[in-house]
């Protein structure tokens, strides 16, 4: 059991005071209400098997932030750390701020920002390997960094940056809630810390001592709707109209027209904020290549090469289905094994460097924990499941004479019955890789865009894919090629305007987006701008191109060559956009402190090399 | 659990194995905050936390003070002396004996060739009470060198002289507790948030339980100034103005308690003769603070029960900033606002121990307030350490700012430097470089052997810190509190006490002046020598400050309970027991901007580093706020100039340039800029620091500069890099 100092103030120990029986979002504040059975049992904390005697452990805590207090002094920054131990580059707790006025009428809002124990912790449901767990002690929301790989998905989902990725230990933590100290009565460390009067903790929907408001919202913190965080707020002073990031993440606060407010009647009173890009006046579009390397790099070539091998697959197997007889098998005895065997062996890559996007790649297998809930398990699920049919789909037809035990009818059905579930457990993997990037928190991904990009690889970089295969073959056998190319340049063309289509309704979605989302539309036409036009271009002029090609009846292999280069080209870049262009919905940074601008720089001019500069060497 | 996994995990939490807390004080601001800091079962220090029944900190502490346990270990610490004969050549290693037996040998020499004041001695504001005194008693009564004072003059020395012109005597008249009295706070050149967070919490405190107008004076838009009810954002450099202009509004319209000047104070008549020519009209075209302003503030201020004035650095870094507290002090005394709950001059003051030093440490006198121009003063101490007292000089030395000087003419050829840092604290960097090159001989007395002055010195001795050893502070309510030793000194390094005492050895062998071997010895010679006076701390002793978490002096033999303000009884100190009004004519002799340098540059604290960094640059959790410099520069004076928020600049002034990071903000107005005064090869290659006339304190917070983009910004990036080691 934690121990209480002697003399401990009043200030650290949490009030027990009544709640209403449900918070806002309709949920019990009693989380064990009408269920015993979780009842009376210890955490466990280190070992420790004794329990707490706090007489509401069973009800929901959270945070409570007067924003109008803020100072912005570090100390529940610094108590986190040294309650926690945490390395410089790393904290479970971070103050930001946003700016807004004039001088002399200028006005700091400092956001300190830690985990917010939701009702709907998209963590949890998005971590692959179940590390984490929502308690009924406190509805804390608790992360085993002994569980998770490291894959960081929590920290994409999570809106308020609470999840932690460290690259050194190569897994995330977080905010633990200081539940050793809820056990005995005390506040977190960083709750009991405090010198402003800003943060503060408590049963949820309860307000302390002299402060009144319940907000859900002030400027800079993401929409609640997300997630149904436990933090309640109070912001009372008057803020200016317009409220600024120090950090590089193009986006400003805006306070809504009072005229907008659901009742028109309603004037005065305070006005909410939304989030808006920042003007790219007076901005130059930029090829902006350099920024393209991420950490998400093995992501690119992972979806890339996947997409690819199943659009290849697909031709491979329903090309002869739909009479295009080049393609059948058994004009290739010894080609047809290989290229399905070359397929396994690329996709067998793409998974292996899908892995080193792991903290910890050695705990791989644990991606399938949570197909409950988790789209990372789904994919992987899905993705092995069409990996092991193409397996099966290879064997049974790459090498028959394994089977010739088996009755030839037998052996027929089997074989055409793996190259049907491949073919549909192909797209169906496509579709869970997609679900992972409809995150509410990161606007940019969540569209149905990311769909079409997928099959719209799928169907060009698998056209291609096929007709690599095809090339050496060419001429060396004496098959009736013609129209195999007419084929391919069709399956390229679908898939680019359906990626292209896909890309127009994303760029008008995004437009029209919130902040974060017309930021990133900012970034990707100004700051990639010359990146992302050339990709569009080349995308468009490649379709004109094999459109041409295919009406002129003037198909060539070299033509068709020279068009899959500029589109695989431009598909790596674009994919690589794809990842570096998000504009997270997420807590403003400080000037150095989780400044992307600052951590960058640290990194490149070797700032960084100093541990107590608080940014790591990347070490990808 | 909720959901997640079905089977529950144990839960891990970080333990740090605590098994003991040990009593200390923290030893980076004068706040006084009183610290446990937990051990594990090897002794060795993990964890820190605020005393819950400590008066002054009420169990909170600041980032600074959560982190310090830290400290013990951190990097760049001195393990072993070190010595070398010509400051180019590389140190070597040497014994303590080696070292300390070279040091009296150079001061020795160097006095006896150039006379004993040709060998000065420049200490600090962190070391504890008993340290000072035992310098003290070295400094004056055994190496007998006049030239010889604290980097308190750097921050200090402009409120202890201006208390000394108003009231007769050193000494904050007022508490933290005032706070809960108080009807009107006046916080003028002071951010608690950023520099004292612990008084903004208490400060903060009592105004939610109570609410009392906060009106900041402060050129710059601090999260105090954001806070408080009214914010006066002043021209740099105009404060006496306003401060006289609000006793002339006082005056005018007859606001003034009269009984309290006729009872208490002297000199009213030429006092009201001079603020009569500080009308608000004149005054708003000084100060920029308009004249309704003014108004508003002098008869709140006048007509409040009770009202109180902190500062800090704002006025006291200025070329008048003896004035500056003068006239704080005018303001409270024309109002009756001195030794009664809520009315105080509370000067809020920087280092842990800048009292301890005021008080004991004979830098501006003789032990316990005493001066040296004082014959009975001189006497009495001259006997209690068994010397003549015609061996002591009948005028005080130079100022540490005179010293440096000095060096630089010639005049003192030996330097012994106690926990300061100039290459980094003092204006105009290329000067002191230039000075420090010149000296005979410099002993650098430090924690740290990666200190930037070292690269001048001759010998370091490594010195050990904070609660490695064992003493008192005094904090800025006059409030002594004591540090256990916590941990054994890092290394080979010795305690300040014990290097002063072996230096005593080693400079006066015949043993005639008694060193006590203890601090505490040491502290008894003091608790006699307070007897009587106004810091009496008789009535302390080490276990019962631990016991009450500090006592504030005076505290007579036989009290539980020290006193928490002075002169309540409206005696002062002067020899007619008045308290004297001082006409305060402004000179404006700052260096204004102009069209070739057409910025304000101020300078200040942020809340995560302390002073010139050597301890807090190396706390990772701490430094990482602000781990490089920056400036503060209005977004519309950075667009004008082509400067981008995040890239790096260069500020031009006529002593120098330094290269460091743009961060816009409104904070500032569109003609200032501000820059943290932490950083090596920073701000102080350009600041230019005038000395008060009074305090010899330099102006740090007002010089011109100008300021250009960089095109070449990895070149710029390379440099900075190389000026940071830490």
Redesign the interface.
């Known amino acids: 059991m934690y121990k209480v100092?002697?003399?401990?103030?009043d200030?650290?120990f949490i009030p027990d005071v009544e709640t209403p029986e449900k918070n806002r979002y309709g949920k019990a504040i009693d989380?064990l209400a009408g269920n015993d059975e979780?009842k009376g049992?210890s955490?466990?904390?280190?070992?420790d098997n004794s329990i707490g005697d706090n007489p509401n452990r069973y009800k929901q805590h959270g945070f409570y932030f007067n924003a109008d207090?803020c100072?912005?002094?570090?100390?529940c920054?610094?108590?986190c750390?040294?309650?926690?131990?945490?390395?410089?580059?790393l904290?479970f707790r971070s103050v930001g701020y946003l700016?807004g006025?004039?001088?002399?009428a200028?006005?700091?809002l400092n956001i300190s920002m830690a985990c917010n124990h939701c009702d709907n912790p998209v963590c949890?449901k998005g971590c692959p390997t179940?590390a984490?767990?929502?308690?009924?002690e406190y509805?804390a929301v608790?992360q085993?960094?002994?569980?998770c790989f490291g894959c960081g998905y929590c920290t994409w989902v999570c809106p308020y940056n609470a999840p932690q990725l460290d690259p050194v230990a190569g897994h995330v933590s977080k905010c633990?809630m200081?539940?050793?100290r809820l056990e005995v009565g005390l506040k977190p460390a960083c709750a009991?810390?405090c010198?402003?009067?800003a943060l503060d903790f408590g049963l949820v929907e309860t307000t302390p001592e002299?402060c009144e408001q319940l907000e859900t919202q002030i400027p800079g913190f993401p929409d609640p709707s997300i997630t149904q965080p436990n933090i309640r707020f109070q912001q009372q002073r008057s803020l200016p109209r317009e409220m600024t990031r120090?950090d590089?993440t193009p986006i400003k606060y805006v306070r809504d027209d009072q005229n907008a407010k659901p009742d028109p009647e309603v004037k005065g009173g305070q006005s909410a904020y939304h989030s808006a890009p920042l003007s790219s006046e007076g901005k130059k579009m930029q090829w902006g290549l350099g920024k393209l390397s991420s950490r998400e790099n093995p992501l690119v070539i992972f979806t890339l090469i996947t997409q690819a091998v199943i659009g290849a697959f697909l031709v491979f197997f329903l090309a002869p289905v739909f009479g295009f007889d080049a393609f059948n098998a058994t004009n290739y005895p010894l080609a047809f094994p290989v290229s399905l065997f070359v397929l396994i062996g690329l996709e067998t890559f793409a998974l292996v460097i899908s892995t080193l996007h792991l903290g910890r790649p050695h705990r791989f297998y644990r991606a399938f924990n949570n197909l409950k809930y988790s789209p990372v398990s789904r994919e992987v699920a899905a993705v092995a499941v069409f990996y092991n049919l193409l397996g099966a789909y290879a064997v049974l037809n790459g090498l028959p004479q394994l089977f010739a035990w088996l009755p030839g009818n037998v052996l027929g059905f089997l074989q055409q019955a793996a190259g049907w579930l491949t073919v549909m457990a192909g797209p169906v993997s496509l579709y869970f890789m997609h679900a992972i990037y409809r995150i509410e928190a990161r606007p940019y991904w969540n569209h149905w865009q990311v769909l079409t990009s997928f099959y719209g690889s799928m169907l060009t970089l698998g056209a291609i894919l096929a007709g690599v295969f095809m090339i050496p073959l060419l001429g060396s056998t004496n098959i009736d090629y013609s129209g195999l190319f007419d084929g391919l340049m069709w399956v390229m063309l679908a898939g680019l305007v359906i990626e292209g289509f896909g890309l127009y309704r994303h760029a008008h979605y995004l437009r029209h987006a919130t902040g974060e989302g017309q930021a990133a539309h900012v970034e990707q036409t100004i700051t990639f701008g010359k990146s992302y036009w050339s990709r569009n271009i080349v995308f468009a002029a490649s379709a004109m191109m094999l459109l041409w090609m295919l009406l002129m009846s003037d198909s060539s292999v070299i033509g068709w060559s020279a068009v899959s280069v500029f589109v695989v080209v431009a598909a790596i870049i674009g994919r690589a956009m794809f990842y570096v262009m998000v504009i997270p919905t997420t807590m403003p940074g400080?000037?150095?402190?989780k400044?992307p601008?600052?951590q960058d720089?640290?990194r490149?001019?070797?700032?960084a090399e100093?541990?107590?500069?608080?940014?790591q060497v990347e070490t990808h | 659990?909720?959901?997640?996994?079905t089977k529950?995990?144990?839960?891990?939490?970080?333990?740090?194995g605590i098994v003991e807390?040990k009593y200390t004080t923290c030893g980076y601001c004068s706040t006084g905050c009183s610290i446990?800091v937990g051990l594990n079962d090897e002794g060795k220090a993990v964890?820190?936390?605020g005393?819950?029944?400590a008066d002054v900190n009420?169990?909170?502490?600041?980032?600074k003070g959560?982190?310090e346990y830290e400290l013990f270990e951190s990097d760049g610490r001195g393990r072993i002396p070190l010595m070398r004969d010509r400051i180019h050549e590389p140190f070597k290693q040497a014994s303590w004996d080696e070292a300390l037996g070279r040091v009296s040998d150079e001061i020795k020499g160097i006095q006896d060739k150039y006379g004993r004041d040709a060998f000065a001695v420049i200490s600090t504001g962190q070391i504890m009470t008993e340290e000072f005194y035992t310098l003290g008693k070295l400094a004056r009564g055994v190496m007998g060198t006049n030239n010889y004072d604290g980097n308190t003059t750097l921050c200090m020395s402009s409120a202890v002289s201006g208390y000394k012109r108003s009231f007769g005597s050193d000494g904050p008249p007022g508490c933290y507790e005032d706070f809960e009295h108080t009807h009107c706070l006046l916080a003028i050149g002071s951010n608690l948030?950023?520099q004292h967070?612990?008084i903004?919490?208490r400060m903060?405190?009592a105004r939610?339980q109570r609410h009392f107008p906060l009106i900041v004076i402060d050129p710059r838009?601090t999260?105090l100034?954001?806070?408080a009810d009214m914010?006066l954002?002043i021209n740099p450099g105009t404060d006496v103005v306003l401060l006289n202009s609000f006793a002339h509004v006082i005056l005018a319209e007859g606001l003034q308690d009269e009984d309290y000047i006729k009872a208490n104070t002297e000199d009213f008549d030429e006092f009201k003769a001079l603020v009569a020519q500080y009308d608000p009209v004149t005054a708003s075209g000084i100060t920029g603070i308009d004249e309704d302003t003014i108004r508003n503030v002098a008869r709140l201020y006048a007509k409040s029960p009770a009202a109180m004035t902190i500062w800090t650095m704002g006025i006291n870094q200025s070329t008048h900033g003896s004035d500056g507290v003068v006239a704080i002090n005018n303001l409270n005394l024309i109002t009756g606002n001195i030794g009664k709950p809520g009315g105080a001059s509370l000067s809020i003051t920087g280092q842990s121990n800048a009292m301890g030093t005021r008080e004991w440490s004979s830098c501006s006198g003789l032990p316990g307030y005493r001066a040296l121009e004082n014959e009975q003063d001189r006497q009495d101490i001259a006997e209690f350490w068994g010397i003549d007292p015609e061996f002591f000089p009948k005028k005080r030395g130079m100022f540490m700012t005179d010293i440096l000087p000095a060096i630089e003419t010639g005049q003192i050829k030996g330097l012994w430097l106690i926990a300061t840092n100039p290459m980094t604290s003092m204006p105009n960097t290329a000067r002191i470089r230039k000075t420090l090159e010149k000296l005979d001989f410099m002993v650098v007395q430090d924690a740290y052997a990666d200190v930037e002055t070292n690269e001048y010195s001759h010998v370091y001795l490594p010195a050990a810190i904070w609660a490695e050893k064992e003493g008192v502070f005094t904090n800025t309510e006059r409030r002594v509190n004591l540090i256990r030793n916590v941990a054994p000194p890092f290394g080979e390094s010795k305690p300040d006490f014990w290097i002063f005492n072996e230096m005593a050895k080693r400079l006066a062998p015949q043993g005639k002046i008694n060193f006590p071997e203890t601090t505490e010895g040491a502290f008894e010679e003091m608790k006699q020598l307070s007897k009587g006076r106004m810091l009496d701390i008789s009535g302390m002793s080490y276990d019962k400050i631990e016991q009450q978490r500090g006592l504030q002096w005076p505290c007579k033999e036989g009290e539980d309970m020290g006193e928490q303000r002075l002169y309540t009884n409206g005696e002062f100190k002067h020899p007619s027991g008045k308290a004297k009004l001082i006409p305060l004519p402004f000179i404006d002799n700052n260096e204004r901007p102009d069209s070739e340098y057409p910025f304000w540059l101020n300078t200040g604290r942020v809340?995560?580093h302390f002073h010139t960094r050597t301890r807090t640059?190396?706390?990772?959790?701490?430094?990482?706020?602000?781990?490089?410099p920056?400036m503060e520069i209005?977004p519309?004076a950075a667009k004008e100039l082509g400067i981008e928020?995040?890239s790096y600049v260069r500020i031009v002034s006529r002593r120098g340039d330094a290269v460091l990071l743009a961060?816009c903000?409104?904070?500032?107005?569109?003609d200032a800029v501000f820059v943290p005064f932490h950083f090596h090869d920073c701000v102080n290659r350009v600041s230019l620091g005038l000395l008060d006339p009074h305090s010899r304190q330099p102006a740090y917070k007002q010089c011109a500069i100008r300021i250009e983009p960089i095109a070449d910004q990895?070149a710029a990036?390379?440099m900075?890099?190389a000026s940071?080691s830490?």
């Open positions: 100092p002697e003399h401990e103030p200030y650290a989380l979780l049992k955490l466990n904390i280190n070992g207090n100072i912005a002094c570090h100390a920054e610094a108590a750390a040294e309650k926690n131990d945490t390395p410089p580059h904290a700016e006025g004039s001088y002399p200028t006005q700091r949890l179940r984490y767990t929502k308690f009924a509805g608790l085993d960094p002994d569980i633990n200081c539940v050793d009991s810390a010198l402003g009067g002299n120090t590089s400080a000037f150095f402190w400044n601008l600052f720089h640290a490149e001019a070797g700032l100093m541990q107590q500069v608080g940014v | 659990m909720l959901f997640g996994r529950k995990n144990p839960i891990k939490l970080t333990d740090k807390w446990e964890s820190a936390r005393v819950g029944d009420r169990g909170k502490l600041c980032i959560i982190l948030p950023e967070p612990i903004y919490w903060r405190e939610e838009v999260m100034a954001q806070n914010h954002a809340v995560e640059g190396k706390v990772g959790n701490q430094n990482k706020f602000s781990p490089t920056y209005n519309d928020h995040g961060q903000t409104q904070r500032v107005a569109k990895q990036a390379k900075n890099l940071r830490y």
